[in-house]
């Protein structure tokens, strides 16, 4: 089991930057890349970001590529999210989530552990 604690979303305005934070404890070592996702209301959850652990690469969706940066700590585990020039269409719930499986890092279906999500809210 690996546990997972998002912290760090809150209200911006648009043109602001938040950080988020994923600490992940339990068996860590069994998944080697954490993803960042989000999901609007009345729209499906979508792939952000992903790192490995290990190597630390990184991997973005196109539509924030340039103003966000995922980042990991591996002696504290945590992975974080820095969101910057931030947009009112950013507004979502984010979720940090443990891959678990083989595909393709952008896939929902290929994570098997999900934190609980933080809101992100950035107004106009």
């Known amino acids: 089991q690996v546990q997972l604690v998002e912290s760090g979303g809150g209200l911006v305005q648009a043109g602001g930057s938040l950080r988020l934070s994923c600490a992940a404890s339990?068996?860590?070592?069994?998944?080697?890349?954490m993803g960042w996702f989000r999901q609007a209301p009345g729209l499906e959850r979508e792939f952000v970001a992903a790192?490995?652990?290990?190597?630390?690469?990184?991997y973005y969706a196109d539509s924030v590529k340039g103003r966000f940066t995922i980042s990991r700590d591996n002696a504290k585990n945590t992975v974080y999210l820095q969101m910057n020039s931030l947009k009112p269409e950013d507004t979502a719930v984010y979720y940090c989530?443990?891959?678990?499986?083989?595909?393709?890092?952008?896939?929902?279906?290929?994570?098997?552990?999900w934190g609980q999500g933080t809101q992100v809210t950035v107004s106009s």
């Open positions: 989530a443990a891959k678990t499986s083989g595909g393709a890092v952008v896939g929902m279906g290929e994570y098997g552990y």
């Open positions: 339990g068996r860590t070592f069994s998944s080697d890349v």
């Open positions: 790192i490995s652990w290990s190597a630390g690469s990184t």
